[in-house]
C-alpha cells in the first residue's frame, strides 16, 4: 500500500522528462489557476472566453469552481487533445462538508469530538466530489477561531489546537484515503495558511496581529498535522503576518511551511490574494507581485495572472531563476502525477453521476453526522418527548430548508427534510403555531418546540456580524411561547456561537443544531424524541455578550485574575457590567444521562521524562437514559518559564454508559503532553508542578497534582 505521506512526492523520471519537453510559456501556464465561470470578484471580472484559447496554448494548469459535467469534459479534452503536450488539467473546488449531500458545517462537525466520524463523512464528501469529476477539495479549513463575530467560524475545528489537529488529519485521511489513485480519492487542501482566524475584531479580512508564540502554539499546529496525513495542498491566507501578507511572506511559506514543517505539496494562494498585495500596500504594479510572491514561495496563482503576465520577463532579467519554476511545476505535475490524470486524465467524469449522489447510505451517514454533533445546552426535564406525545411546532425554522451552510457546493437545499416533515415522517402528532393560534391551540399541550436562527446567509465569507443575538422578532417569540405556561424547548439553527443569554431564561431546553445540512430534521428528531442522546461538546465558546470577545477556554492567568470570593473588589481583571464568564464554555454539552465523577487518582504523583502515568476516573450514568459522554483531560502549569493558560486539552475519551452503569476510565499522561514553547521558544518540558484535571467539560474539572522530574 502506498505511504500516505509526502515521501512519494519527489519527482518521478516521468515528470522529469515531461518538464524538460516544456517551453518557458507552457511552464508557467502550469502555474496558473483559472476561475472558468464568468466571476466578479474584488472587481476583477474573470472572462472564461479566453481560458479556452488559454488551456490550448497550455497556459492553464488547473481550473476553479467548475462543476458542469460537460464543461468538466470539455475543458480536460480541451487540454489532453489540443494542447501541444496534452498535460491535463486540475479541477479544484470548495466542498467542504458535501458536494450533493450537506453534512453538518464543520464547526457542527467538530462538535462530536469524533476523528472517526469526521474520516467517515470525508471519505463520504470525497465519494460524491470524485464522482463529480473533481480532483481537488479546499478543505478542511483549519484556521484556529476565537471569535464567532467572523462569519467563517463555521467552516473551523473550533479554539482548541489539539483536537482540531486530530480532526484536520481525520479530514485528510478521508479525503485522501490510502492512495490518491485510489478512484474515490481526492486531494485535501489545509487552509488558510496562517492566522486568518485572528482577523482584529472578527472583521473578515481585517489586519491580524498575533505573536509567533500564538502563531505556533495554537495556530501552526492543525496545519502540522495535515502536513504529517500527507495534505497535497496548503492555501495562503488573505492576511498580513508580522505586516507582510502571508501569500508573499517567504518567513512563513519558505522557512515555517517548507523548512520547519516539512510540507513538500503545492502552495496555492487564495482568490486574488496575490495581486491583494498591492492593496496591502507592500507591491506598486502587479510585476512587482509577481516577484514577491514567486520568491515567498508561491506554487500556484488562483485567477489573478500576475505569474502568467511578468515571470518570463523577471526570469530574462535574471530576477528569478528558471531552475526555481521548475521545481514549482514539477510540484503541479507531480500532484496530477497522483492522481493518476496522465494514465487516465478523465478516470473522475462517469455517465451520469447523478446515480452517486444522495445514496441513502450517505444520507444515513449524514443523519448520524447531525445527531453527534448537535449541543444540547439546556434540559429542565423538558426532553425527551413522551412517545407520541402531541407538541406544538413554532417558529420560523420549523419548515425552513435555509440550514445547509454558505459554503454548500451543489447541495440544494430543496433536499433538506425540515423538523415538520420528521414528525409527519415519524407519525408523530403536532400542531403547527403561529402568533395567532399560539395562546389558543397549545392549551391542550404540554411542551412547545420552537425554532429558530439566523439565516445561512449571515455566515460564512464575508458575513461578519457585531450583533450576535437573533432578531428582535425571534425573541420575542420565544418569550410569547414561554408565557403559554407550556415546556418550551428552543432548537437554533446558525453558523456560529449566536448570544442566548436574553432567551436561556425562558427556555427549558436548548438543541443548538447549528446548520446540520440535508438530513437536519431527522437527526433532530431522533434526539428530540430520546431515540439517541445529544452527545455533541462545544468546540467554540458561547459568550455571555459580545462584550467578552474574544473570550476562549485557554486563556491565561492574568496578574490580577477576578477573585470570585470578592466580586465586588475593583482592581482586578472584570467588567464592571457583564461578567468573565462565557454563558456556555469550551467542552460544555448535556445528554439524557447524569453522570457523576468519582475516584480520581494518578498511579504515581511524579513522572520522568520517559514514564507515563495514569490517569483514573470512575463515571457512573445516574440518569435514566443511555448516553455518550466525553471525558476531557486538561492540564495547567503552576508555572512555567512563560505564562500558560489556565487549561490546555490534552486528551479525551468517548464513553458510553446505560442508565446505572458504572465504568472506569484510565488516561496516560506522557512527558510530551507538557510541552510548551519556553521563554527561548524552544518547544520544550520544564521540571515544575503541573495540575492534571479531568471533567465533562472546561468549567467544570476535577484537579489533581503531578511533579515532572
Ligand atoms: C475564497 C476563500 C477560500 C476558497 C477560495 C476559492 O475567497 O477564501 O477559502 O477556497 O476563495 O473559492
Not at 484556529?144 to 483536537?163: A, F, H, Q
Not at 482540531?164 to 492512495?179: F, I, N, P, R, W
Not at 420575542?476 to 456561537?497: M, S
Not at 437536519?520 to 459580545?546: D, I, M, N
Request: hydrophobic share 40%.
Amino acid at each position: 500500500m502506498k505511504s500516505n505521506t509526502l515521501k512519494s512526492s519527489s519527482p518521478s523520471v516521468k515528470m522529469s522528462a515531461l518538464l524538460s519537453q516544456m517551453t518557458l510559456e507552457e511552464k508557467i501556464g502550469q502555474l496558473q489557476q483559472s476561475a472558468y465561470f464568468s466571476t466578479v470578484v474584488t472587481g476583477h471580472v474573470v472572462d472564461h472566453s479566453g481560458t479556452i484559447e488559454a488551456i490550448k496554448a497550455g497556459r492553464v494548469g488547473s481550473v476553479l469552481s467548475v462543476h458542469d459535467e460537460r464543461d468538466l469534459k470539455m475543458l480536460q479534452k480541451t487540454a489532453v487533445e489540443e494542447s501541444r503536450l496534452g498535460i491535463p488539467l486540475l479541477f479544484m473546488f470548495d466542498v467542504i462538508h458535501g458536494y450533493k449531500t450537506a453534512f453538518p458545517i464543520n464547526l457542527a462537525l467538530s462538535n462530536s469530538w469524533d476523528p472517526d466520524l469526521v474520516e467517515r463523512v470525508s471519505r463520504g464528501v470525497a465519494y460524491e466530489t470524485s464522482h463529480a469529476g473533481l480532483h481537488v477539495t479546499f478543505s478542511p479549513m483549519v484556521d484556529l477561531v476565537r471569535d464567532p463575530r467572523w462569519g467563517r467560524v463555521m467552516e473551523s475545528n473550533g479554539e482548541d489546537p489539539y483536537l482540531s489537529s486530530l480532526l484536520t488529519q481525520a479530514y485528510v485521511k478521508g479525503y485522501q484515503q490510502d492512495d490518491l489513485a485510489q478512484p474515490h480519492a481526492i486531494a485535501a487542501c489545509v487552509k488558510h495558511f496562517a492566522g486568518y482566524g485572528f482577523a482584529e475584531a472578527g472583521r473578515e479580512y481585517n489586519t491580524v496581529d498575533v505573536s509567533e508564540r500564538t502563531l505556533r502554539s495554537v495556530v501552526f499546529p492543525p496545519f502540522q498535522a495535515g502536513i504529517d496525513a500527507g495534505v497535497r495542498m496548503v492555501m495562503t491566507a488573505f492576511n498580513v503576518i508580522n505586516d507582510r501578507p502571508a501569500t508573499a511572506n517567504r518567513w512563513l511559506l519558505n522557512d515555517v511551511l517548507r523548512d520547519e514543517m516539512g510540507f513538500q505539496g503545492v502552495i496555492i494562494s487564495d482568490y486574488t490574494s496575490t495581486e491583494e498585495i498591492i492593496q496591502h500596500k507592500v507591491a506598486t504594479d502587479t510585476k512587482d507581485v509577481a516577484y514577491q510572491c514567486f520568491e515567498a514561495g508561491l506554487d500556484h496563482e488562483m485567477v489573478s495572472q500576475t505569474f502568467q503576465h511578468h515571470l518570463k520577463e523577471l526570469i530574462a532579467e535574471g530576477k528569478i531563476s528558471e531552475e526555481t519554476l521548475n521545481e514549482r511545476v514539477l510540484r503541479i505535475l507531480t500532484l496530477k502525477e497522483q492522481l493518476g490524470l496522465f494514465d487516465n486524465p478523465y478516470r473522475n467524469f462517469y455517465e451520469d453521476s447523478a446515480q452517486y449522489m444522495l445514496l441513502e447510505t450517505t444520507k444515513a451517514l449524514a443523519q448520524e453526522a447531525v445527531e453527534k454533533t448537535v449541543v444540547m445546552l439546556k434540559n429542565d426535564d423538558a426532553l425527551p418527548l413522551k412517545p407520541k406525545q402531541t407538541v406544538g411546532l413554532f417558529g420560523p425554522f420549523i419548515e425552513s430548508q435555509d440550514v445547509i451552510g454558505e459554503w454548500a457546493a451543489l447541495c440544494e437545499k430543496s433536499d433538506v427534510i425540515t423538523l415538520k416533515q420528521a414528525f409527519d415522517q415519524a407519525k408523530h402528532p403536532y400542531v403547527l403555531l403561529d402568533e395567532t393560534t399560539l395562546d389558543t391551540r397549545s392549551r391542550e399541550l404540554d411542551t412547545i418546540i420552537v425554532a429558530l436562527g439566523e439565516a445561512g446567509s449571515e455566515a460564512g465569507e464575508g458575513n461578519s456580524k457585531a450583533k450576535l443575538r437573533l432578531s428582535a422578532s425571534q425573541e420575542a417569540l420565544v418569550k410569547k411561547a414561554h408565557q403559554t405556561g407550556k415546556n418550551i424547548v428552543l432548537v437554533v439553527f446558525a453558523g456560529r456561537p449566536l448570544i442566548l443569554t436574553e432567551l436561556e431564561p425562558f427556555a427549558d431546553a436548548i438543541l443548538y443544531a447549528y446548520q446540520p445540512g440535508t438530513m437536519s430534521g431527522a437527526g433532530l428528531y431522533r434526539l428530540l424524541s430520546g431515540q439517541v442522546s445529544p452527545s455533541g461538546r462545544l468546540t467554540l465558546t458561547f459568550p455571555y455578550h459580545e462584550g467578552q470577545i474574544p473570550v476562549y477556554y485557554n486563556h491565561l492567568n492574568t496578574g490580577r485574575p477576578f477573585d470570585h470570593a470578592r466580586p465586588e473588589y475593583r482592581y482586578n481583571s472584570r467588567f464592571i457590567d457583564i461578567p468573565n464568564e462565557p454563558l456556555y464554555p469550551f467542552g460544555f454539552g448535556l445528554t439524557y444521562g447524569q453522570f457523576e465523577y468519582s475516584d480520581v487518582f494518578l498511579s504515581k504523583d511524579h513522572l520522568r521524562e520517559d514514564d507515563t502515568v495514569k490517569v483514573y476516573v470512575t463515571l457512573k450514568n445516574h440518569g435514566s437514559h443511555g448516553a455518550l459522554e466525553t471525558v476531557q483531560l486538561y492540564i495547567e502549569a503552576q508555572s512555567f518559564s512563560v505564562s500558560r493558560p489556565v487549561n490546555e486539552l490534552k486528551a479525551f475519551k468517548q464513553v458510553y454508559l446505560d442508565a446505572g452503569e458504572e465504568k472506569t476510565t484510565v488516561f496516560t499522561l506522557t512527558n510530551a503532553m507538557f510541552k510548551a514553547f519556553n521563554i527561548d521558544m524552544a518547544w520544550t518540558t520544564e521540571q515544575r508542578s503541573y495540575f492534571v484535571k479531568v471533567g465533562p467539560h472546561s468549567g467544570a474539572l476535577i484537579a489533581r497534582t503531578v511533579q515532572l522530574t
